[in-house]
């Protein structure tokens, strides 16, 4: 490193300064090394630092919480409502279909009610995993994120941006023509 106070860059290229000791060594990298590792016998390497290099111990600053981009948008609403169903649902089978092995295992009681349940279990999860792909499926036809070229919703947004270039064009040419007119809203002068 070859200084006596080391820099720590943050995230947001904020260099903060870290603590330094008084006892430190500071080994530049052109210091050679000797066969042994250690370093040669060269002024400053000593393991004290030279008193123009000596500061005051500071406290490391760092920052407490980065944000950090998201690589996926988040999902919908009724989207993340409808995964975390499916995600409960499942796990609550799972562990039925746990606890059905478990007493098939020991002979208990508790085996065929739980086997009974776990099948039930087993069509609701379904059901569930299901409902997360039409909620989502839904939720793209209705607010028009499909990104695929034919997709409903795009033609609609271009016929409507389309409809309104048009009336700005007509709006435009009427201003015109009544400017042109004197204001009077004749076509041509008389």
């Known amino acids: 490193m070859g200084t006596a106070e080391r820099r720590e860059t943050l995230g947001n290229d904020v260099a903060a300064p870290l603590v330094v000791h008084e006892g430190a060594r500071s080994i530049s990298a052109s210091q050679d090394t000797g066969g042994g590792g250690e ?11 030279p008193s123009s290099a000596r500061t ?11 944000e950090e981009p998201a ?12 995964a975390v169903r499916a995600v409960l649902v499942i796990s609550v089978t799972l562990i ?20 009974i349940s776990s099948v039930a279990s087993t069509v609701v999860a379904t059901w569930a995993a299901l409902d ?7 939720w793209n036809q ?4 499909v990104s695929t070229p034919s997709s409903t919703a795009r033609a609609l ?3 409507r941006r389309k409809a309104r270039r048009q009336a700005r064009v007509t709006a435009r040419s009427q201003e015109r023509i009544r400017r042109q007119s004197g204001g009077s809203g004749q076509l041509s002068h008389p």
């Open 39 to 49: 370093p040669s016998a060269t002024p400053g390497a000593t393991g004290q630092l």
């Open 56 to 66: 005051e111990p500071r406290p490391a600053y760092r920052q407490l919480w980065v």
């Open 71 to 82: 690589r996926r948008r988040r999902l919908p609403d009724p989207v993340r409502t409808a």
């Open 96 to 115: 039925q279909a746990m606890v059905a092995f478990l007493s098939t295992l020991a002979g208990s009681w508790l085996a065929f009610p739980m086997v």
């Open 132 to 138: 997360v792909w039409v909620t989502r499926q839904v």
């Open 142 to 145: 209705r607010n028009g994120v």
């Open 157 to 159: 947004r271009r016929e």
